[in-house]
């Protein structure tokens, strides 16, 4: 029966085979934009959920696809006409997975896919165009009934494992939407010594950040230098612009190009990127949803500290997200941003700016690796940790909460 429907759903948005791509409409364009259920707000749980034990296996098929070779792309803000299409797409597609009805056509460039026997469907980059690829997010988005959250995941392979934990928390929370990134914070090379600062302590490839492999077979290395979504190597050392007349000019224009590119590359702090774009667009959708963002630290950036939580917004409330984790993280301290630890606190975070901005909650959670390493190893004890959220969603804070309200 689900299989039917979503036939009928595609078969009238003009989609084949589970993908929606431009179908002459303008782009991003929504046919019929619907408002919100006026019976419930981003904030009025409706039923309880329970986690479903395939639901990541699915979306990490999905999503492996998007991020391939993403470790070597830094990522390319769209311009006006892009961003507004782009965020007019998203918007249209979250109201309609709210309300189950037929998908908006994508703009040129991307395509919203349905996950295979899931209520979700994923938006994207289309995986077709691989000479133009920008690194724009992966959105997904749960349809039907679902818990009034965002997660987010914006370092995924910069701060190892954090995609996992988003998804485990997606999953537990029955959340509305996940957004992932699919670039490099650093276009796969390590922290540029004059790159713009952050507060958050992250790590690189050397220092504890992902392995290769990562991607699966054939992944892709961070070895020697990185190459931009333009195909210039940089931050290897030397190479062919190491050799040769007029070679220092060259090495300092290419080193000006990185840094301009970083400016954009790091998609939790730059003022223009599909993943900024994508969570503003959702808090069109469900004004006051709120937001929780995951981040990782090296141990030695906070030695006290497993977890370091903060919340800014109208409505944010961090009690109901310390006290459950402080219940599930036993073994480790979590700590509260500024009250307990004065870094680590997402300060200069773009996205918790927008929340803040568009009267939403945002909190931000950073994980240490020691932490991280458990949450991957150890599947029973990060569901539990995931379940701990479930305060975001549904305004409570009691810890052992079987899972959130959904709402449509």
């Excluded at 029966?1 to 009928?8: D, G």
């Excluded at 597609?93 to 998908?103: D, E, H, R, T, V």
């Excluded at 195909?231 to 990185?258: S, T, V, Y």
């Excluded at 690796?369 to 004890?381: F, M, N, P, Q, V």
Aim: with cysteine; hydrophobic share 40%.
């Amino acid at each position: 029966m689900k299989s039917a429907v979503y036939v009928v759903l595609f078969t009238i948005a003009g989609c084949s085979q589970g993908v929606c791509r431009s179908i002459g409409s303008a782009p991003g364009a929504a046919p019929n934009p619907v408002a919100p259920n006026p019976g419930h707000s981003a904030a009025e749980p409706v039923i309880a959920a329970q986690p479903d034990s395939g639901e990541q296996e699915a979306l990490g098929e999905q999503i492996a696809p998007l991020r391939k070779g993403g470790r070597r792309l830094i990522a390319e803000p769209p311009d006006d006409a892009e961003d507004t299409a782009y965020v007019a797409w998203v918007a249209a597609a979250g109201l309609a997975a709210q309300n189950k009805l037929p998908p908006p056509a994508a703009p040129p460039g991307f395509a919203l896919r349905a996950v295979p026997g899931r209520d979700l469907w994923v938006l994207s980059e289309e995986p077709k165009e691989k000479k133009r690829r920008r690194g724009a997010a992966a959105v997904v988005l749960r349809t039907g009934a679902a818990a009034p959250l965002i997660v987010e995941a914006p370092h995924t392979f910069f701060d190892r494992g954090t995609l996992p934990v988003a998804l485990a928390v997606f999953d537990a929370q029955r959340a509305r939407a996940l957004v992932v990134n699919t670039s490099h914070r650093y276009g796969g090379g390590p922290k540029p010594g004059d790159a713009a600062g952050d507060d958050e302590g992250a790590e690189g490839e050397g220092a504890g950040g992902e392995g290769a492999g990562e991607e699966g077979a054939g992944g892709e290395t961070t070895g020697g230098g990185a190459r931009t979504a333009g195909g210039r190597d940089h931050g290897g050392g030397g190479g062919d612009l190491g050799a040769g007349g007029g070679a220092r000019g060259e090495k300092r224009a290419a080193r000006e190009r990185l840094v301009a590119s970083l400016a954009f590359a790091d998609v939790a702090h730059a003022e223009r990127s599909f993943f900024l774009s994508a969570h503003r667009a959702l808090l069109q959708s469900f004004p006051g949803i709120p937001a929780v963002q995951l981040h990782g630290f090296q141990d030695s950036s906070a030695a006290d500290a497993a977890a370091i939580a903060s919340a800014v917004g109208p409505g944010a409330d961090l009690e109901r997200l310390l006290a459950p984790l402080r219940a599930v993280v036993s073994d480790g301290k979590v700590l509260a941003y500024p009250a307990d630890i004065n870094k680590l606190g997402g300060a200069t975070n773009v996205q918790a700016r927008w929340s803040r901005q568009m009267g939403a909650p945002f909190y931000h959670v950073e994980m240490s690796r020691t932490l991280r390493d458990k949450l991957i190893e150890d599947a029973e004890y990060r569901r539990r940790f995931a379940v701990a959220f479930a305060g975001l969603a549904t305004g409570k804070g009691q810890a052992g909460s079987d899972g959130p309200g959904l709402a449509r």
